[in-house]
């Protein structure tokens, strides 16, 4: 967990209570009594300068903060543009790809186009881990960008299918090192008071990018022209300045930048406040000189105890349900739309902004419920939900979507993939960066989140590489495959022209 998370009590076990608090006896009658999970951090808050939002220095903090949120921006860009892009009849056009019929591509091409990225992403985590302990959360960010910005720029131009593999699978690599740094940086940044709020509302700018993109799809499709893609992808062109993190200052002996960079944000500028001594004393013994985080083929502490394994299982858990509660249709949504009966091509961009306006609505109320409704309660009821919101657009896309026989049905079909967005991203978006970054320790962060991207990436792959098959096969369904094994069919022998021929029965 953080730093400062009731599973980790900075309490040396030599100390006794009695000795570091008064016992009942000492306390008044009239004492107000309230229920806290660490007492040090909550001494330390109630004892020292209180953070304002408004502050300047808050401000600024806020604002450094917001150029590390450009991570998720980047990773928002993508889903969502390749989901708009891939509606286009253009798009489809100017690269042979099947899938007009079905209001958007699918086939084995669509497949590898969208599983690239993700193989991009699993050679990517290879050297984030490395390259963030390495050159600081700073430079694994920045390295990330410039390699984001030349696949952008190779997609952006691309004349042929394999220019889009070339600059898709350069992108996921890029993403993988931004999105292993950039969460830990946030993390690492945020006042402890705010952590919750602030690293969920990182993982919730991924609809930035989202809205930026479908909403200029929504625009561009009315171009006749390749400038009607090529547009929403250029847009993924983002730079980004990036600043360095306190315990990566500790862990490399850059102990008083690390301790200046405490009291500027943590402590109102005293160095003396009672949270930034807390901190500071928790840094020095958490952060290791020796630790695994120095050698950059070290994986081990992510294993080597029962507490690590449950961690790294968490973490796990996290990466794999975040991409198979449904999360992987985003890339599908138009060709969704279009299994439900919408026939348009513009409306089916059209209600893919709306539901990314939806989608980030339900994020921001997750953001500000992180630490009231508590990080658990919200992943388990969110997972319910959104299995239920599944079930019921999957039973009216088959019953009605197709034949247009019911309208109303088709567009139950419709408010229901809304909803699904809105619930999910109320409980997994804000979940996906805080959690796994909050359940690993600073000696682990680094390589963790890169094992965290390795998962998410291979279950990403998954969705992105079968789904595009799946609907041009399938539709809304897969057959049973055992049932499909022991099938067989009445065939009728027929002797032509000396000949033998087998004829299926009716």
Known sequence: MSTHSPEKSSQPDHVSDSEKFPSPVDIPQNAKFIEVANVDLAA???????????????????????????????NG??????????????YLDYFGIDGQDAGGGVGTTTAIIFGIYSIGSIAGVLVAGPVTDRFGRRGGMALGSLIIIIGAVVITVAR????????????????AISTTAAPAYVVEMSPPQWRGRLTGL?????????????????????????????????????????????????????????????????????????????????????????????????????????????????????????????????????????????????????????????????????????????????????????????AVVTGCTAKWGSSNANPQGANAAIAFIFLFGFVYSLAYTPLQALYPAECLDYNTRAKGMAFYAFAVSCASFVNTYAGPIAL???????????????????VAVVEKGGATELVIAE
């Not at 593999?165 to 996921?172: D, E, N």
């Not at 096969?473 to 049932?483: D, E, G, L, S």
């Open 44 to 74: 330390a808050l109630a004892n020292g300068p209180q953070l304002k939002a408004t502050s300047a220095r808050s401000i600024q903090l806020f604002l450094i903060l917001l150029v590390a949120f450009m991570g998720s921006l980047s």
């Open 77 to 90: 860009f993508d889903g969502s543009v390749m989901s708009a892009v891939n509606g286009m009849s253009q």
């Open 160 to 175: 042929n299918v394999h220019y889009l593999l070339g600059g898709r699978f350069t992108l996921g690599f890029g993403v």
């Open 472 to 490: 041009k096969n399938i539709t809304w369904r897969a057959p049973n495959p055992v049932k499909a094994s022991i099938t067989k069919y009445k």
């Open 202 to 390: 990182y993982n919730t700018f991924y609809y930035s990018g989202s809205i930026l993109c479908t909403g200029l799809t929504v625009a561009t499709n009315r171009i006749n022209s390749t400038a009607s893609w090529r547009a929403p992808l250029a847009i993924q062109i983002i730079p980004a300045s990036i600043l360095l993190s306190p315990r990566w200052l500790i862990a490399v002996g850059r102990k008083e930048e690390a301790r200046k960079v405490l009291a500027k944000y943590h402590g109102n500028g005293n160095p003396d406040a009672p949270l930034v001594l807390l901190e500071w004393k928790e840094f020095e013994e958490g952060v290791k000189l020796d630790a695994s985080d120095k050698r950059w083929w070290d994986y081990s502490e992510l294993f080597n105890t029962r507490n690590a394994r449950y961690r790294t299982s968490m973490m796990l858990l996290m990466g794999f349900f975040g991409q198979w509660s449904g999360n992987g249709l985003g890339y599908f949504l138009p060709i969704l739309f279009g299994a439900a009966g919408v026939d348009s091509q513009n409306q089916r961009l059209t209600l893919n902004f709306a539901n990314t306006i939806i989608s980030a609505t339900g994020a921001l109320i997750g953001t500000s419920l992180t630490d009231k409704v508590g990080r658990r309660t919200m992943w388990f009821w969110g997972t319910l939900a959104s299995s239920g919101m599944l």
